[in-house]
């Protein structure tokens, strides 16, 4: 899913143009160093959740809000309610649109599936203290059966979207425990109300954000999740193996080698006072995968500095405008829906070409989408399901791009909290 819990005032292009927050993880490091229950090398499986149907429009336009583009284009297929984005009824088409992990809270441990997400800080669940109608069926935080729950005295979250929908909540401080990792005392946001848009993923029982120096939503400020963590692991990263239609794996704490193929990880540092996992990618390619095209694709490349975000809570890839033109141009039946806004094809269209994206110079190693990636989904009202929506679309005039799990589940990526750097590496492909 494309989570976009992070006030407006935090993505605005004037916010996100700002000096940087000025604190480093390290700075939110509590006295929390007496859990651990492992020797640090630990994992956790992500499953793709193959039940909840995929609407790529209102995904796309939740990716755009989270990030503080707005919606794209006239509303047309985006059926905005009450100030709510996304609000189209789910479509039964399965797809990959979001990747959820268990993560256990509290003690005895209540294990809730949560959407791990690299483009925000705090970590928020479902709850006994939420709007019964919001919860529905999913599992919830039940703090009275933990016995190290403690409920923070005027301390809560409120998150404003771009739509004017909200969510907010309470804070408490618990344990959480992560892939065998034991977290005391982390601040647990429990949500009061959330806004019908999230509500209509019926799996996701909360967001546990990996953003990078990125400080949480909690008043008065406390320090995150993540750093909170990162002293109980050996190393300060964690590693995300996205899979196409298949369950990946998150690391913490270690590398492990047999989930990328190789025996090189790429790095790219962050840009400088980054609060996002944010850096530049330097160039990219459109590679038809038609045989004797790959001489021509060879000089195709297109060469420059663009920002990025890595985004494991972004469904898709959004970059600048001629970025998209150049690849559906290689799309002979890939037409521009101006209605809603986006790029789609006949399903049915046979080569959409790879879209290579070049790292730290192009020639020291680039990562290849397949084409097959980038056919995300059949647009939920085509007659017959006949026009599919491409995983590559306009970032809507962001000042970057945001790679998402489109790109993601292409590449082996290594999230390096404590060398300021995001490393990628090749893996063997389901595709
Ligand atoms: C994927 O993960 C889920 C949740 O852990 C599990 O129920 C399912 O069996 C896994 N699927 C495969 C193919 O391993
Ligand atoms: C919480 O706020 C109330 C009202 O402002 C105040 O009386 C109380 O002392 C505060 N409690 C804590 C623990 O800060
Ligand atoms: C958690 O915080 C409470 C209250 O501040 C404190 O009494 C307790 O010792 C802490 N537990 C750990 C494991 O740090
Ligand atoms: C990223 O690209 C921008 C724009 O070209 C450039 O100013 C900046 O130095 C680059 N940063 C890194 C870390 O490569
Ligand atoms: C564009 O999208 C709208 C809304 O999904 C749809 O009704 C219309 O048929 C599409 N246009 C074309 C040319 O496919
Ligand atoms: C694109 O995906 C749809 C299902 O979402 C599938 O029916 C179609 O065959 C795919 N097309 C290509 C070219 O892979
Ligand atoms: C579209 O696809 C979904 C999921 O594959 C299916 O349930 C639905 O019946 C299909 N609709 C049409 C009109 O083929």
Redesign the pocket.
């Known amino acids: 899913m494309a989570a976009f819990f992070l006030p407006l005032v935090m993505l605005s292009s004037q916010a996100y143009a700002m000096p940087s927050f000025g604190r480093t993880v390290a700075d939110y490091v509590d006295a929390n160093r007496a859990s651990h229950a492992g020797d640090g090398i630990i994992s956790i499986e992500v499953a793709r959740n193959p039940n909840y149907a995929p609407n790529g429009l209102a995904e796309y336009s939740r990716a755009l809000v989270k990030w503080g583009a707005g919606t794209p284009g006239p509303m047309g297929g985006v059926a905005v309610n009450k100030g709510e984005v996304g609000a189209l009824d789910a479509t039964p088409?399965n797809?990959d649109r979001e990747y959820l992990s268990p993560v256990e809270f509290g003690t005895p441990p209540q294990r809730l599936i949560m959407d791990l997400d690299t483009g925000s800080a705090d970590v928020w669940v479902y709850s006994t203290e939420t709007t019964p109608s919001d919860v529905g069926s999913r599992a919830i935080y039940h703090p009275s059966n933990s016995i190290t729950a403690e409920k923070i005295d005027n301390s809560s979250w409120h998150i404003e979207y771009g739509d004017g929908s909200a969510a907010y909540g309470n804070v408490w401080r618990d344990t959480i425990t992560i892939a065998g990792v034991s977290i005391f005392n982390a601040s647990i946001e429990t949500a009061v109300d959330v806004s019908r848009s999230i509500v209509d993923d019926p799996y996701m029982c909360g967001v546990f954000g990996l953003g990078f120096s990125l400080p949480s939503q909690i008043t008065p400020p406390r320090s995150t999740v993540l750093s909170n963590m990162l002293p109980l692991l050996n190393s300060n990263l964690f590693t995300a193996d996205l899979k196409y239609q298949s369950n990946g794996t998150y690391t913490f704490g270690h590398i492990d080698s047999a989930l990328y193929t190789g025996d090189t990880i790429y790095y790219t540092p962050l840009l400088d006072n980054a609060r996002y996992w944010e850096f530049n990618f330097t160039g990219f390619n459109v590679a038809s995968s038609t045989a004797g095209d790959n001489e021509a694709a060879d000089r195709d490349w297109y060469l420059s500095e663009w920002k990025t975000i890595a985004d494991t809570g972004t469904t898709l890839v959004l970059v600048d405008d001629d970025i998209v033109q150049h690849y559906y141009d290689r799309v002979p039946s890939a037409y521009y829906n101006e209605t809603i806004a986006v790029w789609t094809f006949p399903?049915?269209?046979?080569d959409?070409p790879d879209f290579n994206i070049g790292f730290a110079g192009v020639h020291d190693w680039s990562a290849r989408v397949p084409g097959?990636f980038v056919?995300y989904?059949?647009l939920p009202d085509s007659h017959d399901?006949s026009t599919?929506m491409g995983g590559i679309q306009s970032n809507d005039g962001l000042p970057f791009a945001i790679l998402g799990d489109i790109f993601l589940k292409a590449v082996f990526t290594v999230f390096d909290v404590g060398g300021k750097r995001i490393g990628f590496a090749p893996k063997a492909l389901v595709a």
């Open positions: 088409f797809g399903c049915a269209t046979a959409l097959k056919n989904t059949a399901n599919c």
